[in-house]
C-alpha cells in the first residue's frame, strides 16, 4: 500500500510542510466564504433550501445564493431567507405584504408558494411580521441539488464525521 | 490510470466539471434576455369593508376585489426557465404608510403547461387588509409581476406592462361578493 511506504519517508520537515498546506487549504476557504460575506453584505450567502414549502421552484437540497444590500429595499414577490427569534433554522419564503414607513421602517408577511396559509402561524409568538434586521439575504441566483451533501451530512452525522476524517487523513499523508 | 480508484476519481471529476460547465452555460445564455410581457388587466368590482383583522385584534379596513387578467408567457418560456411565479400586485400609499405592497393573487406556471393566462372575474386569492383603515377613497396602482424561477442562474422578478390604478370606493360597501 502507497500510504504506508509514504509515512515511513516523512521527516520532520515534511510533516511541517503537510500540516502548513493543511492549514492553507483551510484558511483560503475561510477567506473565500468571509470575503462572499462582505460582498453579499449577508451573513450567509449561500443557502441550502432545507424544506419543501417553495416546491416547485425549490426542492430540499437546491442552493440559493443570497445578497442583502442595505441600500436594496425589500419589495413585495422577493424570495427572503429570515430567521426567526429563537431558532436557528433560516426560513426561505415570498413576501406577499409589505408596509413601510416614510422613515424607512419596513415590515412584512411571508408566505411559503407551497403553503395554504401566511407564516403567522410560524413567527415567534405575539410576532406578527418580519422586519428588516430579521433578514439573512434575498435570493437572488438559483443552482438545483448541490446542497444535497449538506442535508445528508446534517441528516447523519457519522457521514459527516466519516467525510471529514478521511480527507484530512488523506491530505496530511499523501505528498502531493 | 490503471486502478479502479484512479478510474472512478477521474470520471466523478469530469462529471462534475462538466455539469458546473452547462449550469453556467445555462445562466449565460439566458440571463441577459427581455422577458417583459404586455398584460391585459381589468378591475370589475371593488368593495371595501372594515373588520377584525385575524391574530392582529385590531379593525382594518379590507379590501375585495374581482379582476380579470389576460396575458400570453409564450415567448418568455426557454430551456432555463423551469417555472414562472405569477403575482398580481396593489401598491398604494396610507397617511401612516408611505408604500403599501399587497400581494392579491399568485399563479404558477411551469415549463410546459398552459403559458396563455385568461382569468375571468376571479376574487382576490388572499386577504387584502391594509395596516390601518385608510382604504376607503385611496389610490390603488395594480399590476402583474412574475419570478423567473430558472434550472440555473438569476431569480429575476419582472415587473410586466399594463399596470392600471384603481381608484377605492369612498364609503364602505355592504354587499356580498
Known amino acids: ?176 | 490510470m490503471n486502478t479502479i480508484l484512479a478510474r472512478l476519481n477521474a470520471l466523478f471529476a469530469f462529471s462534475l466539471s462538466v455539469t458546473a460547465a452547462v449550469a453556467f452555460a445555462c445562466f449565460l445564455t439566458t440571463n441577459f434576455l427581455d422577458y417583459s410581457q404586455k398584460v391585459d388587466i381589468d378591475v370589475n368590482k371593488v368593495v371595501i369593508k372594515n373588520m377584525e383583522e385575524f391574530y392582529v385584534g385590531d379593525r382594518h379596513d379590507l379590501g375585495h376585489i374581482i379582476f380579470t387578467l389576460k396575458a400570453n408567457f409564450t415567448p418568455v418560456f426557454n430551456w432555463n426557465c423551469k417555472e414562472l411565479f405569477l403575482y398580481l400586485m396593489a401598491e398604494y400609499e396610507t397617511p401612516q404608510n408611505k408604500l403599501n405592497q399587497v400581494v392579491l393573487w399568485d399563479h404558477i406556471i411551469n415549463r410546459g403547461e398552459n403559458p396563455v393566462v385568461n382569468i375571468r372575474k376571479r376574487s382576490n386569492k388572499y386577504y387584502f387588509f391594509d395596516d390601518g383603515a385608510f382604504l376607503r377613497g385611496n389610490k390603488l396602482q395594480i399590476s402583474l409581476h412574475w419570478n423567473i424561477i430558472p434550472n440555473a442562474g438569476y431569480l429575476w422578478r419582472v415587473p410586466g406592462g399594463g399596470s392600471i390604478t384603481l381608484d377605492l370606493p369612498e364609503s364602505y360597501g355592504t354587499s356580498r361578493i
Open chain 1, 1 to 176: 500500500m502507497d500510504i504506508f511506504s509514504d509515512l515511513r519517508r516523512l521527516n520532520k520537515r515534511q510533516v511541517y510542510f503537510q500540516v502548513l498546506n493543511f492549514a492553507m487549504i483551510i484558511s483560503s476557504a475561510l477567506m473565500i466564504w468571509k470575503g462572499m460575506m462582505v460582498a453579499t453584505g449577508s451573513e450567509s450567502p449561500i443557502v441550502v433550501v432545507l424544506s419543501g414549502s417553495m416546491e416547485p421552484a425549490f426542492y430540499r437540497g437546491d442552493l440559493l445564493f443570497l445578497t442583502n444590500y442595505r441600500a436594496d429595499p425589500v419589495r413585495a414577490g422577493e424570495i427572503v431567507v429570515f430567521k426567526i427569534e429563537g431558532r436557528d433554522i433560516p426560513i426561505v419564503h415570498r413576501v406577499i405584504k409589505l408596509h413601510e414607513k416614510a422613515d424607512g421602517k419596513v415590515k412584512f408577511l411571508t408566505k411559503g408558494d407551497n403553503n395554504e396559509v401566511d407564516d403567522r402561524g410560524l413567527y415567534k409568538p405575539g410576532q406578527l411580521w418580519v422586519e428588516r434586521d430579521h433578514v439573512v439575504g434575498r435570493a437572488r441566483g438559483f443552482i438545483p441539488y448541490v446542497g444535497i451533501v449538506t442535508i445528508l451530512m446534517n441528516d447523519y452525522p457519522k457521514l459527516k464525521y466519516a467525510v471529514l476524517g478521511l480527507l484530512g487523513l488523506f491530505v496530511l499523508i499523501h505528498r502531493e
